[in-house]
Each structure stands twice: as C-alpha cells, then as structure tokens.
C-alpha cells in the first residue's frame, strides 16, 4: 500500500533529480503533471525509467492565452501517455476572449482525450467549476479528477453524480471551509496531491513526501484510523486501473 500523488508539478522544483529518488525510494505513485505541451517530452524523460512517476501531458488554462499555439503540439503527443494535465478552465480573470479561447482549448482537448478513450484526466477549475462539469458532461469516456475543487456545495454532489474523483491538497484541508467540502465528497472518491511546488507546507513547497500529513487530516475529518484512510486512498486510485482493464500501475 503505497501513498499517492496525483497532481505534483515536479519539472517545476529546481532540486528534483532529488525529490525524483525520495519519490522512488518512499515508492509513492506521483503523476507529474506539465503546464505546457513544450516540455511534455522533456520532463517525462525525468521520469524515464521510474517506477512511480508517471507523467501527464498538459497545457494549463492560466498559460492558454499566451501558448494556444501549442494545442496541435499537444493532439500529436496524446498518443504518447494515458495522463492528461493539468488542463481545464481558470476564470479568475474577468476576460471574455480568454475564457472563450480556453473553453475552445479545453473542448478540443477534451473531444481529442475522448478518442483514444481511457485518458486519465486532472483538472483545474477555479471560478469555472460549473463550466468545466457541463463541458466534460455525464459520461465521458475517461477518468476525471478533480484537482484542487473549490466549487460548491451543489457542484460538489454533480460532479459526484458523474463519478469524478477529488485529489485532495494540503492547503484544501487546512481551512473549514475546504473541509466541509471534503467532508460532503464519497470516500471512494478521495485521492490526494500536493499540487507542490505552487502549494506550500510551513511556507516550503509541499511535494509528494507530504502525502502522509495530508491523509492523517483526512482520517481525522472522516474518523478513519491512519491506516484505513490509507488504505482506502490507494484503493481508489487502483480502482481507475481497474475500470481501464489493467492490472497493474502503468
Ligand atoms: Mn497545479
């Protein structure tokens, strides 16, 4: 039983050949997620040979006003990796063409995922957490995880109803805010990330080594024991293997 990170930006800390064999030695499952299709190739050469690190393939929508260029670079690598982000919508700035230019992204993205089929999806959504749910809709034919949720209560319970997963962070659980939500989502929905280097824990990057804080937070809030909570974290994330028909963790 193994912790797990699904959404660490790891090409982004400027010590991680380090962090690459802290990850490899404590053996936690880590999806190492891109910002921009340019450096996909680049940083899965990072993980080259990893057992635990696998790395997705992305274009962040806070960079699509500046990199849209880069969508047809990212529909030719599709190919290359079942993991897909961090993409989605950020509509924290009030502009129109933009929101507009990243639905457009995101759409393309998403039809292009739908595919191959079986894509493994994280997701950012701030301040577009209805847009993003309609967009990926009832029965997309992936797995979606929701990174970071920060939508409400009634959002919480759609995405649920459409079977997405939550990667939960450390900043997520530190406020009551943020735990209330968590608390309203199924336990066989809950993973955990660190979203590091962006998230930080006592004001240093939070990386996958943090995984263990961020699970003993959430036995507490769920009245698990350690182990338990865990536990049934790891099962989840090998239940979207399951549900792709493979066996183990590739
Ligand atoms: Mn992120």
Excluded at 89 to 98: A, G, P, W, Y
Excluded at 159 to 174: C, D, E, K, L, T
Excluded at 198 to 216: E, G, H, R, Y
Aim: net charge neutral; hydrophobic share 40%.
């Amino acid at each position: 039983m193994n912790f797990i990170d699904t959404h660490c930006h790891l090409d982004l800390y400027p010590d991680y050949a380090v962090l690459i064999d802290k990850i490899e030695k404590e053996q936690i499952y880590t999806i190492a997620v891109t910002n921009t299709p340019s450096v996909f190739r680049q940083s899965a050469k990072l993980a080259a040979g990893k057992n635990y690190i696998r790395t997705a393939l992305g274009l962040h929508p806070q960079l699509v006003a500046e990199r849209y260029r880069e969508l047809d670079l990212m529909i030719s690598l599709l190919s290359e990796t079942k993991y897909i982000g961090e993409i989605g919508l950020d509509f924290t700035k009030d502009n129109k063409e933009q929101q507009l230019l990243q639905e457009k992204v995101f759409d393309t993205i998403l039809q292009s995922c739908a595919e191959y089929g079986n894509k493994i999806l994280t997701v950012h959504s701030r301040r577009a957490t209805s847009r993003v749910i309609d967009m990926i809709g009832n029965s997309y034919n992936g797995t979606v995880i929701m990174h970071w949720f920060s939508g409400s209560k009634n959002e919480l319970e759609r995405a649920v109803s459409y079977g997405f997963y939550f990667s939960i962070n450390p900043s997520m659980i530190s406020g009551a805010k943020g735990r209330e939500l968590i608390n309203s989502i199924p336990l066989d929905k809950i993973l955990t990330e660190s979203d590091g280097p962006f998230v930080k824990v006592n004001a240093n990057p939070a990386s996958p080594l943090d995984t263990q804080k961020t699970v003993i937070k959430l036995a507490e809030l769920f009245k698990f024991d350690n182990v338990q909570m865990k536990s049934k974290i790891y099962q989840n994330f090998r239940s979207i293997y399951s549900k792709l028909g493979v066996i183990a963790i590739q």
